[in-house]
């Protein structure tokens, strides 16, 4: 007698056939797009603790940095041991001063429970360069112990302006710039000439982006009759942006 397809010698059906059947019939597995909204979602969760990445930063783009990495340390999406030996360190500190170190120290100070006791104790002593010149100082009389001086204020809220609000600003007054014109033109003659137009970007070497001139004043000061330094040393990134 002859045995039938895909049967084992006890005349049981093969698993192993059935398995393989039921793949050829469910096929590939669909790979699913996802939209632009999730993607800059994903990004903008995303931070880097490369260091690399992180000590190349502008000052200012440090504070950035911190304020976004000890939001994701709260939720859980980083490790604090990365990051603690990234905000101790040397070239983290360098160049910190005014008001963006002591934004910094007070956004540490703030999520001090992150860290360990341990990590607590150096964040919170003269060994970490940022306490030690930035932290408030607490006046003593000269008859009090220094052992007895009462504990620092908590920390006031540090608002960090994200950056990308910022060039959404600059963006919408130059548009609204390009749109008035010269107040005698009809409104199809200032359509036509916003289509016609370019806008001049040029490479900002610190995130690689491409900025317009108003996007650099922003950043590093100057006007658009005085550009500053970035812009005039990007001279050789320039291209027109066509919208």
Known sequence: MVKGKGKGEDGMEDKFDKEWALQGEVGPRRQHKITKEQAQKI???YISLDWDHVFPKKPKE????????LECARKGKVKTGP??????HRKFLEGLKGNIATDCLNLIRGDLSLFSNKQQKQLTSDSFELFRKFAPVNVLDSD????DAPPLP???KVIVEVKEKKKRKVQEVREREEEEGDSEDDLETKRVRKLASGVERRIDPSDGGAYTLAEFCTEYGGSMDAPPDAWNLARATAFIFKE
């Open 43 to 45: 990004e903008e969760e």
């Open 62 to 69: 440090r504070l950035r940095w911190l304020y976004k990495a």
């Open 83 to 88: 990051l603690f030996d990234i905000i101790v």
């Open 144 to 147: 009090d112990d220094e052992a």
């Open 154 to 156: 908590p920390p006031p």
